[in-house]
């Protein structure tokens, strides 16, 4: 017999996009799974084996903050691909939930100031952030049962800092390789860092829950200095392997930001559960040994 599937994952062969595959699998689901080279849609036409499902978690990108500044045609094809999976969806007899992961980092920005909340106008500070509000446009103008997902800077076990996300990911793999770790600009900005493991019980959460709200933030909570940062690495792979070459900003990253998260604990009972030093020492772990 073939399987009925109930969820999908576009976008699963990515750190992000694995790790919710595994984790929705460990819940019970029954998860089909695309990529790029085995897309969902195809011609405007919604793949077979993903008939069925309830919902849609959109987890795909190849698109970083370096990539959105230099890249703008790429930009547009992204957005061009995610506006034809919406339409696709909106054409089912039974229209699935979709769950899209945004940017909690680069949506919000000035005039607000953090910790954000959902409530807040968005103000992308660079392209890679109106890139992502124009994908959450996007859906939000499709049909009702969706859901934003604002996620902070996701790291863990499995990160491998692909297209130039994903700082413990690089600074790790410059570690193992005995090169110096690069800090652009004086290190003071600060950023919300959330383990994948939280990220994905968060998101599996909204998935199970068809009234979850239509924005939702999903982080830890709390601001870390990238020194800090740098602190805690030290720490965790001893101070005589780390070396570190300081350069000037590059002027596409935003301001200091962190989220607030009180909203996902009012409508989902969530709350992350793992201290930045323990996500940090479990992700070195396994840098170690991939």
């Known amino acids: 017999m073939s399987t009925v599937y109930d969820v999908a994952v576009v976008g699963s062969g990515g750190f992000l996009g ?18 790029r080279q085995d897309p969902l849609v195809v011609g405007g036409q919604w793949a077979a084996r993903a008939a069925h499902v309830n919902a849609v978690v959109w987890a795909a990108g190849a698109i970083s903050p370096v990539v959105a500044h230099e890249r703008p045609d790429l930009v547009d094809a992204e957005l061009a691909a995610f506006a034809a999976f919406v339409d696709a969806a909106a ?20 005039p607000g100031f953090p910790a954000y909340r959902e409530t807040d106008d968005p103000h992308p500070a660079n392209a890679y952030g109106a890139f992502k509000l124009e994908q959450e446009r996007i859906l939000a103008g499709a049909h009702e049962t969706t859901t934003a997902v604002r ?9 491998r800092g692909a ?22 600009g004086t290190g003071e900005v600060e950023r919300d860092y959330v383990y994948v493991g939280d990220a994905v019980d968060a998101i599996a959460r909204v998935v199970e829950r068809a009234d979850a709200p239509p924005v939702l933030n999903v982080g830890s909570g709390h ?3 990238l020194n800090d940062l740098l602190d805690l690495v030290e720490y965790v792979v001893g101070h005589e392997r780390v070396r ?14 962190w989220l607030d998260v009180s909203l996902a604990r009012e409508s989902l ?8 030093a323990d996500g940090i020492a479990r992700m070195w772990a396994w840098a170690q040994s991939a």
Not at 18 to 35: D, M, N
Not at 151 to 159: T, V
Not at 244 to 257: C, F, K, Q
């Open 151 to 159: 996620i902070a800077n996701a790291y863990g076990p499995g990160q």
């Open 244 to 257: 570190v070459e300081r350069l000037p900003a590059r002027g596409v990253d935003p301001d200091s930001t």
């Open 163 to 184: 297209r130039g996300q994903g700082v413990l990911a690089i600074w790790m793999r410059a570690i193992l390789a005995g090169r110096p770790i690069t800090i652009l």
């Open 91 to 110: 054409a089912l007899p039974v229209v699935p939930r979709i769950v899209l992961l945004s940017s909690g980092g680069a949506i919000y920005g000035r």
């Open 223 to 225: 601001p870390t200095h």
């Open 269 to 276: 009972a969530w709350m992350p559960s793992t201290p930045l």
């Open 18 to 35: 694995g790790a919710i595959t595994r984790e929705l699998g460990a819940r019970g689901h029954q998860v089909a799974t695309f990529t």
